[in-house]
């Protein structure tokens, strides 16, 4: 099958959207498919045009095997909605005109989200090439605008939004889901359910290994070997509630012998750092730049367990941070802040310890469960970690099962 793979992200840039996208096409062309990825230039988190690559540009590159194409590009900082929607905007336009006028023949177009009009160009490529059309839901929108508070329920905005979901849940003939819960969505909105397919977000084996060396957090910070060292490292948004973390090193006491180490960008950092200051626990509290996704593996190796956080918001219940799969592979404990299915998924699997999303207070009281359990305990945490997403979440076997679904799409309706 020769596919065509819409994304708003994609390496050098290192989220998790790139990620997935990369390491699944990556996958795919191993299974003997060929892969057109049609993405913008590399310009995330800080709104620049990474160097080598050139705003207003077509550029066309192979990848691992993937064939990456590149389009002009109007980079917008993640600092509001406005500056943010404009570069959404403008990408899937390219997207649409340049995917049109230079893919080869496709059998089949695939656009991920986010961003939601990376839908949109997806839908509107395809219906040019007459050929399926496949959305993939990573998150849900307007849902998660909604969630984090950028806009109000009923807002313009929103609405339109709406309609744009339903819009590509009809064009769609099929639509692949990123969690089990997010199903009963898709099927409230008239997709049928022999249409969804459930391809959960994963880990390349190959650079999340267990015997990664760890980076030098410790020397660089000077943390003391024995004390617990908690690790965020991703996106500090506006869903990410990472300030908890400082709320709770607040309430520690003189025996509490533990320090957070934050690694990250993004539009929450100015309140993190105010809130770190404010709260006077920058000794506990250290907040470092984010990093290429190929340390992100050293980092995770050098602490003892691993923090994923979001707001405490319905719509997140449905969410599985890709963070989750990653400190797994590592054998990491995780410290979780979600409901929902990421909850029972950690649980379930041993691989760590749940609080309620936004208590500080018991966060800190799993913290001292973390640091109870010493050296040996927290390790066989780890090790029911890791076995479990090898087991469940290995991107190559992900891939098989994406391209069975996108093959009988595609033959369905040749």
């Not at 050139?54 to 590009?73: K, L, Q, W």
């Not at 609405?159 to 969690?179: C, D, F, N, Q």
Request: aromatic residues 6%; proline residues 7%.
């Amino acid at each position: 099958m020769r596919l065509a793979y819409l994304s708003h992200y994609f390496p050098p840039e290192s989220n998790a959207p790139a990620a997935r996208v990369h390491e699944l096409s990556r996958a795919l062309v191993r299974a003997g498919h060929e892969v057109h990825v049609v993405t913008g230039q590399p310009n995330h988190p800080h709104g620049k045009i990474y160097p080598g690559y050139r705003a207003a540009e077509y550029r066309r590159e192979r990848i691992d095997g993937i064939d990456v194409h590149r389009v002009p590009t109007l980079p917008a900082a993640s600092r509001g909605v406005l500056q943010r929607g404009l570069g959404y905007m403008s990408l899937p336009t390219s997207q649409i005109a340049l995917g049109a006028a230079r893919l080869p023949a496709v059998d089949l177009v695939l656009a991920t989200s986010p961003q939601i009009l990376t839908g949109v160009a997806g839908l509107a490529l395809a219906r040019l090439r007459r050929v399926p059309f496949v959305l993939e839901v990573r998150d849900l929108w307007p849902d998660g605008i909604v969630a984090v508070g950028a806009l109000k329920p009923g807002h313009p905005i929103v609405r339109a939004l709406e309609v744009v979901e339903s819009t590509l849940y009809r064009g769609a003939a099929g639509v692949v889901s990123v969690t089990d819960s997010f199903v009963d969505h898709f099927v409230a909105r008239g997709v049928p359910r022999e249409r969804i397919a459930v391809v959960k977000n994963g880990i390349d084996t190959a650079l999340f290994a267990a015997d990664a060396a760890p980076a030098p957090l410790r020397a660089r910070l000077g943390i003391p070997e024995d004390a617990l060292l908690l690790l965020y490292c991703g996106t500090i948004g506006m869903a990410q509630d990472v300030g908890l973390l400082a709320r709770a090193a607040a309430l520690a006491g003189p025996g509490d012998d533990f320090h957070v180490v934050v690694v990250g960008h993004g539009v929450g950092l100015p309140a993190l750092v105010d809130e770190v200051a404010a709260l006077g626990v920058g000794h506990r509290v250290h907040i470092l730049p984010s990093v290429p996704r190929r340390d992100v593996p050293g980092l995770i190796a050098a602490a003892d367990v691993s923090a994923v956080i979001l707001r405490d918001e319905p719509t997140f219940a449905r969410y599985l941070p890709s963070k989750i799969f990653e400190a797994m592979a590592m054998r990491q404990p995780i410290l979780l802040g979600v409901r929902g299915e990421a909850q029972r998924l950690v649980e379930g699997s041993g691989a760590g310890l749940a609080f309620t999303p936004g208590d500080p207070a018991e966060a800190l009281a799993k913290l001292r469960a973390f640091a109870a359990l010493g050296r040996d305990g927290r390790a066989r945490m780890g090790e029911a970690a890791r076995a479990h997403v090898l087991a469940h979440h290995d991107r190559d076997r992900q891939a098989e099962d994406l391209g069975r679904f996108l093959v009988e799409i595609a033959r369905r309706r040749a």
